[in-house]
């Protein structure tokens, strides 16, 4: 009889010590997305440069501008959700680093290529180089250089 009640006891005991145990509560930025995860990635890849326009995500821009065109089929899977997200690409030959915002997609881009608008690219490398091995990543939303 001692031995049952001692069983009982422990088995009570371990059930309230489960359910006194601190859970974990989502904060409001706990919906972590596609997106969000990209941003934690280091891809490696092509780079190649274009002449800008209106671009996929809906706005004009210029040759001028630091403008990056994501792989079309990087684009259609998170849905435009990189829209303004800058992204940070470094030409592995030569260390150079500089900052492009997402604004359109390329077609002929592998998942992991990257077309840049020409003043982008020249902070890179000279245009007539034609294309670079680049490795780059997605910046957290909202950040700005």
């Given at each position: 009889?001692?031995?049952i009640a001692i069983f009982l006891f422990a088995l009570f005991a371990s059930v309230f010590v489960a359910f006194a145990s601190p859970v974990l509560v989502p904060s409001d930025n706990a919906n972590v997305t596609l997106v969000d995860l990209e941003k934690?990635?280091?891809?490696v890849g092509r780079g190649t440069w274009f002449n800008v326009g209106l671009g996929n995500c809906g706005k004009v821009n210029?040759?001028?501008?630091?403008?990056?065109?994501?792989?079309?089929?990087?684009?259609?899977?998170?849905?435009?959700?990189?829209?303004?997200?800058?992204?940070?690409?470094?030409?592995?030959?030569?260390?150079?680093?500089?900052y492009g915002k997402t604004r359109d997609s390329c077609q002929s881009c592998k998942p992991e290529d990257l077309d840049l608008?020409?003043?982008l690219f020249k902070k890179l490398d000279a245009?007539?180089?034609?294309?670079?091995?680049?490795?780059?990543?997605?910046?957290a939303k909202g950040w700005s250089p």
């Amino acid at each position: 009889m001692l031995r049952i009640a001692i069983f009982l006891f422990a088995l009570f005991a371990s059930v309230f010590v489960a359910f006194a145990s601190p859970v974990l509560v989502p904060s409001d930025n706990a919906n972590v997305t596609l997106v969000d995860l990209e941003k934690r990635i280091t891809h490696v890849g092509r780079g190649t440069w274009f002449n800008v326009g209106l671009g996929n995500c809906g706005k004009v821009n210029k040759d001028s501008d630091a403008i990056v065109a994501i792989a079309k089929s990087r684009y259609n899977a998170n849905g435009g959700g990189n829209c303004d997200q800058w992204v940070e690409i470094v030409n592995t030959k030569n260390g150079k680093k500089a900052y492009g915002k997402t604004r359109d997609s390329c077609q002929s881009c592998k998942p992991e290529d990257l077309d840049l608008s020409p003043s982008l690219f020249k902070k890179l490398d000279a245009l007539s180089v034609g294309q670079l091995k680049i490795s780059w990543h997605f910046m957290a939303k909202g950040w700005s250089p």
